[in-house]
């Protein structure tokens, strides 16, 4: 966002230019913030000049600044074509201010969580020029002045302590390359030993701190003095492609593919590569196995997964067999229906198997088979257990089945002290029979957790669609399980759901066989659309029009509540972050808003949070409205479906807009409508399990928006792209 588009620009300020405009310092007090970009530090800001010649325009980076702080700044005066003389500062120094207006406005900008402008007043009436050292050194002071008890006492020392350690830090990490945002989030994992350990080995940055990648660690540490071709430098880059690989989806690397991308993305010899990685090896950060390199964590998630496989099917249940030929009529019965011939398989394998698989794609009968499966065992007054990967997964899965269901993360139960789940394989869950649903998105690592909590005498039941694109973490766990033909597999291929139509299923099952979508007749009720735009200005423009006033009107969905926009790509012109943008614009134009990492957050945002965050209870992928905003105590609260979160300012990296999100992010969730974009644009990432994934998100309406040369390459491409995983032969080796 370019500076200029702020108002506080085109007011014509009382003249304050220096006159000579070779000067090459400033000093004075900062009267107001007019921009800044958390990112890079970037500001620009109205600067009360010492010399009483009024105020300047100083424009430059620097770590952090607030109202009412005293600058001296060091660069030049340069004539902007539209804003006129400004100083371009080459470094900007901050300095606590002493004056007691000076301190009144730092301490009103909102830099102190649980100050405002009137409390700030008072503070400062009280304790005048002292104020700042009182709040540092003698903060039980503070309960003198009115309004302020025990709690608001050690928010204000708290975040006080916070901000002068966040500055230092910043002023470190700049000078190192790293911009005020990632400064926030290395100071949350580090707290004050954050130089120290950065120091030691900067590259612990990209594994320890969500957000900073080799790149950024690389030139901290080129900085800080590592030689180009240390061995620290060496054993780092190769952690580095390792984890890249797996961010990729794949499980491991051949050894010589990961020294030759090492060599070219570091450009060190391979004599120095061989001896690092065999230090990571010996280390047990890497596992290598006929010569596939694994990171140690991946390998061992993939061998415990096929060691609790092997025991989950031969250990014998603690409960005697069901008898298939009263249980399915008791189940038809209950329910009011007639399984077909393949439900009766599936259900029949189920209940008769230890360990089994269901697959199949929308509408043929899976969630009929799990409430089945469950009123049967629940019938037997076995212990069910549902679960799933993601919120809106298991709360769906719980309304079909009215039981309750939960998410895999919240059934481990995540302690945020040990960084680990409380039910492991020393704490097996209770429970008599497992059914996990969209298996298709669990990562090697979370089926190893979930694997290793679940008791061995247990039944296990797995559900999910295999033609769906694999998880977004490493592995590819659904397909190599029924490929290894360990475990009993049946697949569902009989369409029983039919909605207003069916077109939105009709259409799914033919992308997946290969075959081109088809348009209903016209006049002909439907819940599928293809709107044929080819040019992304007309694709955004029929976007935005579909989804803020065509399909509520003819409809009834609302467009921040049922309407998702899902796209292939997160960047261009039709990807996530710059629909979200332009869907901002047009869905939530204006309100109470704050602007952080490059984005404005506004009440009633339609936001997604981007990582796990298991203090918070918060996964990736999870979608919320923005409730509240307290520029007072620097928070947003976020409702999850009723789940209020809480978010600081500086943890809004978290979160990105969810007016639009990729297809991959939209994995495990459905919604009452959707509008697809597919274009050409697109055109490395047009599958056919991508666009099958996101025709299945819709539930009551689909409208594709996009070329039929981008359906049609979607369509056709069925070029599954492989990945390096050791399961499937594990299993079938085992």
Request: aromatic fraction near 6%; include cysteine.
């Amino acid at each position: 966002m370019a500076y200029r588009q702020h108002n506080q620009f085109h007011r014509k300020p009382k003249p304050a230019a220096p006159r000579d405009p070779h000067a090459d310092a400033l000093d004075g007090t900062v009267s107001s913030v007019v921009y800044r970009n958390e990112d890079t530090g970037y500001t620009v800001c109205r600067v009360a000049l010492d010399d009483q010649k009024g105020e300047a325009t100083l424009v430059g980076n620097c770590a952090a600044i607030w109202s009412g702080e005293s600058v001296q700044a060091t660069g030049k005066w340069i004539r902007h074509p539209q804003h006129g003389f400004q100083f371009e500062a080459e470094a900007i120094v901050c300095i606590a201010p002493t004056s007691t207006r000076g301190i009144e406005r730092y301490l009103s900008s909102g830099m102190i969580r649980g100050i405002r402008k009137e409390l700030a007043k008072r503070l400062v009436r009280k304790f005048g020029e002292r104020t700042l050292d009182i709040i540092e050194k003698e903060s039980k002071r503070l309960e003198d002045v009115d309004g302020i008890g025990p709690k608001r006492r050690r928010q204000i020392k708290e975040s006080w302590g916070e901000q002068k350690a966040v500055r230092d830090i910043m002023i470190f990490l700049q000078g190192h390359g790293i911009g005020t945002a990632q400064a926030a989030r290395i100071f949350r994992q580090y707290g004050d030993q954050s130089v120290a350990l950065i120091r030691q080995n900067a590259y612990r940055l990209c594994g320890d701190v969500w957000g900073i990648g080799f790149k950024t660690a690389d030139g901290v540490a080129m900085s800080l003095g590592v030689a180009p071709d240390s061995e620290l430098r060496a054993r780092a880059g190769i952690i580095h492609v390792l984890q890249t690989l797996t961010d990729s989806g794949h499980c491991y690397c051949p050894l010589a593919e990961l020294l030759l991308q090492a060599e070219t993305l570091l450009g060190i010899a391979v004599e120095i590569l061989t001896p690092a990685l065999d230090v990571e090896l010996k280390r047990g950060t890497l596992t290598k196995e006929n010569e596939h390199v694994y990171l140690t964590p991946i390998y061992r998630a993939e061998c415990t997964v096929v060691e609790r496989v092997k025991h989950i099917l031969s250990a014998r249940t603690t409960f005697k067999p069901i008898i298939i030929n009263k249980a399915l009529p008791w189940a038809e019965e209950h329910m009011h229906l007639h399984f077909a011939a393949k439900q009766t398989e599936a259900l029949s394998m189920a209940l008769s198997s230890k360990f089994s698989i269901m697959t199949g794609g929308p509408g043929v009968g899976k969630t009929t088979i799990i409430r089945a499966l469950s009123d049967v065992y629940k019938k037997r007054r076995l212990q069910v257990v549902l679960a799933a990967p993601t919120g809106r997964a298991a709360k769906r899965m719980e309304e079909a089945t009215h039981h309750e269901a939960k998410t895999v993360h919240r059934l481990l139960k995540y302690q945020p002290q040990t960084h680990d789940f409380e039910h492991g394989s020393d704490n097996p869950l209770e429970g008599d029979v497992f059914i996990l649903d969209e298996v298709s998105m669990m990562d090697i690592r979370l089926m190893s957790q979930f694997l290793e909590a679940v008791p061995n005498r247990a039944c296990l039941v797995l559900v999910g669609d295999i033609d769906q694109l694999p998880s977004v973490g490493p592995g590819n766990v659904l397909r190599d399980l029924i490929h290894s033909g360990v475990v009993p597999c049946t697949r569902l291929d009989t369409v029983f759901r039919q909605q207003t139509g069916g077109w939105i299923i009709h259409n799914a099952h033919r992308v997946n066989r290969g075959e081109l979508i088809e348009q209903p007749p016209k006049g002909e009720d439907s819940d599928f659309f293809f709107i044929e735009t080819t040019e992304p200005d007309a694709v955004i423009a029929r976007t935005i029009d579909l989804v803020t006033r065509r399909i509520p009107q003819r409809f009834g969905f609302d467009p921040l509540k049922d309407i998702q926009v899902l796209t292939p790509m997160r960047r261009n012109q039709l990807g996530a972050e710059n629909l979200n943008a332009v869907l901002q614009e047009a869905m939530n134009p204006s309100g109470r808003e704050i602007d952080r990492f490059g984005r404005k957050y506004r009440i009633n945002d339609r936001v997604m949070q981007i990582r796990n965050n298991y203090d918070k209870e918060v996964f990736n992928g999870d979608i919320g409205r923005i409730l509240t905003l307290n520029s007072e105590d620097r928070n947003l609260v976020v409702d999850y479906d009723g789940r209020k979160i809480n978010y600081e300012y500086t943890e809004l990296d978290e979160l990105i807009h969810a007016y639009a999100c990729s297809i991959h992010k939209s994995q495990g969730s459905e919604y009452p409508a959707v509008v697809i974009l597919l274009t050409t644009q697109h055109f490395k990432l047009l599958q056919r399990n991508l666009l099958y994934t996101a025709i299945t998100r819709g539930k009551k309406l689909v409208c594709l928006v996009g070329s039929n040369k981008a359906v049609y390459i979607a369509t056709k491409n069925n070029e599954i792209q492989q990945r390096r995983t050791g399961l499937r032969e594990r299993l079938s080796n085992g």
